[in-house]
DNA sequence: GTGAAAGCGCTAACAT
DNA sequence: ATGTTAGCGCTTTCAC
């Protein structure tokens, strides 16, 4: 009876939902091969006959077939996708590694998946999760400060963690970046080297931002050594030229002795010069101004501002590198660290 | 004889690749129901009952289960990644709507998957046709020029697609933007206020960037109209500050008479300002400048930046908002148009 | 060099 | 409310 029925409705035509029009399955058939052999072709196309891949690359064309990655992914256990996490692309410097990094990756099939965590440890520990759902080829992290949760994750699971921007703390396998605390020190012995003796830094959101802290720090201790006077003055606020302006300003009405800024940033420092221009200040005679970052602005504004040039693009370039060598099978060293250095830019302003 | 054997191996132990330890699977075992419900608890909590949702919420939680995604995007046949390609997020516009869309999709945890076109067609082409194999929620691109094939692409597959940051020509479906004609018009017809008469648009990579062509087409057009003179000049370079200073220094050797000039984007305005003040040429008395862009400088800078603010931020929350209304079955109609707008900051530069 | 077969971990009908 | 079942499109042994 039951069977009588199921006769009766031939095949129930299962409702299709929404899928891909063209799979490898497809292919495989216009080609008139089996479907294996179109995935050799796809990943190795040296290792099927050449008349088997003219027909399967004349299908594909014929076609328009566009793999799945989803699929690949699941079958491989592994995804084309890098994840990167960074505070913000709205910073120029994560931008610039994004961005380099982007264009190294996409050149072996690999995709960038995003995210921002705003400087926040919770965000950053969500992203990861998120992150590892994907099973990505890697996970690239900004900094060396993150959740234990965070770090838990990672070392349980098998992808490999690339942290950027930061060197110097205990990192969970490989870093790629620079020492932050240096880049302080090398400031203040240029201001001290040019003959300044009341050193000032100026830091924007350094309660949030911890590499500018460090830079700071590496600041205030080099100056310390050197036994000139020095000091901080900071706002919460992002990094911008406005806070740059309003911080000169309100230092030169309490500490007037001050001879030498350094500044968080290139924005800091250009709202630095600004507002030492409406004052009068002569830069550098009276007052040497520098900054970090070497914004597109730094070179060409009055006067020319002396920074502190990272290497923002660097860093992604061998991020990716690693990423690629790591599927290639040419593992790093553990707990190895890449520095990509930084350089000071003399220029007008001090 | 051959059942002996196999007897005799035991579960031929599959050799297993590498593979995600924990699985839905596991959870249910955990949790002592089946796996469909552990899947139906992940996407609609309400679905179940509250015992057993709190037994594979706690399930979840001690196995440390992370979901694949990459698994549920195949079976659902539509992940939840959307892809953004942009031509570059080290471009301040790009990299504000980038984030505030990232943030936004964020909450209905919804991946960004980046690309990069470097203002190259064939290279969008590709990125398109990589962004399809995700069988992504949306893909986001920037502007409504595209190669043939990237549009038959797109048109051909069942994923939304929303062009962003350019409106007025032929859109492929949803389209978020505004007219960049209509900002170089009301540039032109700003300065015309201001009672200049020798207008000059400075331009940076033109050739690339048709939406700074266009906004130049439009300061032409509505300077045109108005009866005042008006000319262009415009360097191949991306914007910067340096272009900038370069443009308005050949300006003021070859058209002497110019008395407000408009630029490409704040960069270029920057560096027209700063090129001013080393030649001593008044701004505003003797030459008004203004931008396009509203960058992080333009409001602190000597004097303050008369410029359009566009609205990149606005213009990602809106496409994620499309993105999100989309998913939970609310369409737009077809070929709907977002304008955002812009807004013209009057300060002290003109 | 090529094909058959067995999943990868999950979703979504459908049945209960 | 929960379980059963049948794939999603691909990769990867393993035979041939």
Redesign the pocket.
Known sequence: MADHLKSGLER?Q????K??SI???DV?EHA?????????Y??RPE???A???SAIAHAIDKLN?V??LM??G????SSRAVSIIVPSVRNAFFAETVSSMQTALRRERLQVILGHTEYDEREEEDLVRTALSWSPAAIVLTGLAHSDATRRMLSHSPVPVIEIWELGGPQIETAVGFHHAEVGAASARHLIQQGRQHLLYLGARMHEDQRARQRCDGFLAAAGEAGVSVDVMQHPAPASADVGAMLLSEAMQTRPLTDGVACSNDHIALGALFECERLGIAVPDRLAVMGFGDLSFSGACNPSLTTIRPSGDLIGKEAARLIIDHMAGREPPAQSVIDTRFTLLHRRSS
């Open positions: 129930p299962r409702r299709r939902r899928m891909q799979t490898m399955t495989a008139k091969v089996s479907p294996s052999t179109v995935s050799l796809l990943r290792a099927v006959s008349s088997a891949g077939y793999p799945n699929a690949g699941l079958a491989a256990a």
